[in-house]
């Protein structure tokens, strides 16, 4: 009993933050309570013992998604966010039915969970060729490595949709951003390297801990971002050319790793053996660097170009 | 038990002392400024007492460094974020009332 | 990360599972979780996106308190990679927030 005590202290909690998050008519409010509802899931994945996922929901649900979010709002000016969208009460219709719905979902998959211990023993057996002993990013990597190579294919699709909409191929019309600010200058010069390290360590440790290319992707971009936000003219410099050839790298190395296998007599995507754990860092590798670049690049096409926010340079 | 067990316990004791402080300040004081001062307590001294007592119960010297830069790291970010803030508060307050309000 | 390279200290320093310990861990674990909700209602109360922001930043650090916590009291040391990236985070946040384009300065 004891043992469940920071889980009932955890649920009502998570509720009660996601409530706020989608109630209330101050959408800033609801934001930074979508980043805490972040944090606390985080935990709740621990407590159901999925490191993995908690290492995912920090780092992309609290850490990429917040960002995003509070520079949109942040950008909402502070009168239209009354004028704006005008946030009716809470839809009770529509709540009563989405809760039946999950208490209906949970009656149906309850019943299913003492028969089935769901793929875990399948992973585990197959472990070994696999190339990896983390059965996460054996599962993303190998097993299904067709889902993640058509997943980054969608998330490539929506950085070139984004930077369609920004009217350039390249970033180089996104504002710097303002007069430079001594400490947060002097903070990136020190974090940025932490950053590029910890995704680094978070790539090569995914192999047999939590980590792999999505995560490593995302930090590494975090501190692209910072850059960008620091008044770094450098990463707004970034060429057409060169950005194409960075988002195109990971997705490009995955199939090149997927089409090998049909030369040597296997099927497409065939992963296997001895060499299977180091094509499958090589292209996570490929993986972080494009997905770090596609991340800043949303989070900078996201803001006014030049000149349309009254900021030039 | 060991004696590194105990000390360690004192350690993340006195941690516990500052989250707590760090809590009541950020709920009891008055204005943004005041309540930066209390959860920078709580992100260097607390961490700090916690990372220490942690250091000693971790297996390796190679846990106790990264936990030693988690706390570093988490230092310069909140000495960054509290300036950083404080500065906004203290922009937004000029022109006339703070920003936002709503409850 | 638990078997790479690693120097393993004295007998004195090594944990064992001991249930005063283990107990302590779950209590703290507890506290801070109160803690967390203690942030949540600045959150709620506001007034200032300022306060908000900066209770935001409150809540990440007593979750990286609470997944240091776990991990070692669960011998997750995946764990600590977790506390990372929220520490990371929580500063790219306050960057975004203080950082709006068409803000003066």
Do not use: C
């Amino acid at each position: 009993m004891p043992d469940l005590l920071p889980d009932l202290l955890l649920a009502p909690a998570v509720v009660w933050v996601a409530w706020h998050a989608l109630t209330g008519r101050d959408l800033f409010r609801s934001v930074v309570f979508f980043i805490a509802f972040g944090l606390l899931l985080s935990i709740v994945w621990v407590r159901l013992a999925a490191p993995d996922v908690a290492l995912a929901e920090a780092a992309i649900g609290t850490g990429l998604t917040g960002a995003l979010l509070l520079d949109a709002v942040g950008q909402t000016e502070r009168g239209a966010r009354e004028r704006g969208r005008e946030r009716r009460g809470v839809a009770w219709p529509t709540a009563l039915a989405v809760l039946l719905l999950a208490a209906g979902l949970v009656m149906a998959y309850a019943p299913l969970r003492e028969t089935s211990g769901g793929l875990a023993r399948e992973v585990a057996a197959h472990l070994e060729p696999s190339g990896v002993s983390n059965p996460v990013t054996a599962v993303l990597l190998n097993f299904r490595a067709y889902d993640t190579l058509l997943e980054v294919a969608v998330l490539l699709l929506g950085v070139l949709g984004l930077l369609v909409l920004h009217g350039r191929r390249d970033l180089s019309r996104v504002p710097a951003a303002e007069r430079a600010d001594p400490v947060l200058s002097w903070l990136v010069r020190l974090v940025l390297p932490v950053m590029l390290v910890a995704g680094a360590h978070l790539l090569l440790v995914g192999s047999h801990a939590p980590g792999g290319a999505f995560q490593s992707a995302v930090v590494m971009g975090g501190g692209a971002i910072l850059l960008l936000l620091a008044g770094g003219r450098s990463i707004t410099a970034v060429r057409g050319r060169l950005l194409a050839a960075a988002l195109l790298l990971g997705l490009s190395a995955f199939l090149v790793a997927a089409a090998v296998p049909l030369f040597t007599g296997e099927r497409f995507l065939q992963l296997r053996g001895e060499t299977a754990g180091r094509v499958i860092l090589a292209v996570e590798a490929a993986l972080a660097i494009s997905l770090a670049v596609a991340l800043a690049a949303l989070f900078a096409g996201a803001r006014p170009r030049a000149g349309s926010a009254g900021e030039d340079r | 038990m060991t004696a590194a067990d105990w000390i360690a316990l004192l350690l993340m004791a006195a941690a516990a002392v500052f989250f707590l402080a760090g809590t009541v300040g950020l709920l009891r004081f008055p204005d943004v400024h005041s309540r930066l001062h209390a959860i920078t307590k709580t992100d260097n001294l607390g961490l700090g007492f916690l990372v220490a007592g942690l250091a000693l119960q971790a297996g390796s010297a190679a846990v106790a460094v990264k936990l030693l830069v988690i706390w570093l790291l988490m230092l310069l970010g909140s000495a960054t974020a509290a300036y950083l803030i404080a500065n906004h508060a203290q922009r937004e307050n000029r022109p006339g009332e703070g920003d936002s309000g709503d409850a | 990360m638990s078997t790479s390279t690693s120097t393993s200290t004295p007998e004195l320093l090594r944990t064992a599972p001991d249930p005063t310990m283990s107990s302590f861990y779950a209590g703290f674990t507890l506290f801070l979780l109160l803690l967390l909700a203690g942030g949540a209602v600045r959150i709620l109360r506001g007034p200032s996106r300022s306060d908000r922001m900066l209770a935001a930043q409150f809540f990440g650090t007593v979750a990286v308190a609470v997944f240091l916590v776990l991990a070692e009291a669960r011998a997750l040391p995946g764990l600590r990679d977790v506390a990372l990236v929220v520490a990371v985070f929580v500063v790219v946040n306050v960057v975004v927030f203080v950082r709006q384009p068409g803000s003066r300065r």
